[in-house]
């Protein structure tokens, strides 16, 4: 599968993490009211996501939306092991 390369990219230190679960407020992100965090990630899916990219080895890890509620949005790594909140703030 190839990325499309207007999937945003963020750096994993905004996150705070606790163990493989991460999280940020969407203003941390830099997102305004009503702006989209996740886009299609691949030119042959539908799947909706980013990716996140490691400040330490610089390896590049893609999350897939899996839900929204009111409270945020609900992300799952592509290797399932990594999971990851944005707060709506």
């Known amino acids: 599968m190839k ?7 963020y750096e ?3 996150f705070n ?6 999280s940020a407020d969407a203003s941390e ?3 305004k009211p009503g ?13 909706e ?3 996140l990219i490691s400040s ?4 590049e890890v893609d999350f897939i939306h899996t839900r929204t509620d009111s409270s945020g949005w ?13 707060w709506n703030d």
């Not at 993490?17 to 991460?22: E, I, L, N, Y």
């Open 12 to 14: 994993a230190t905004i």
């Open 35 to 47: 702006e989209v965090l996740h886009y299609t990630v691949y030119n042959d899916s539908c799947d």
């Open 56 to 59: 330490k080895t610089r390896r």
């Open 17 to 22: 993490w606790k163990g493989t679960k991460g």
């Open 29 to 31: 992100l830099g997102l």
């Open 74 to 86: 609900y992300y799952e790594s592509t290797c399932k092991k990594f999971h990851l909140t944005v």
């Open 49 to 51: 996501g980013f990716t």
């Open 3 to 9: 990325r499309f390369t207007h999937a945003k990219q």
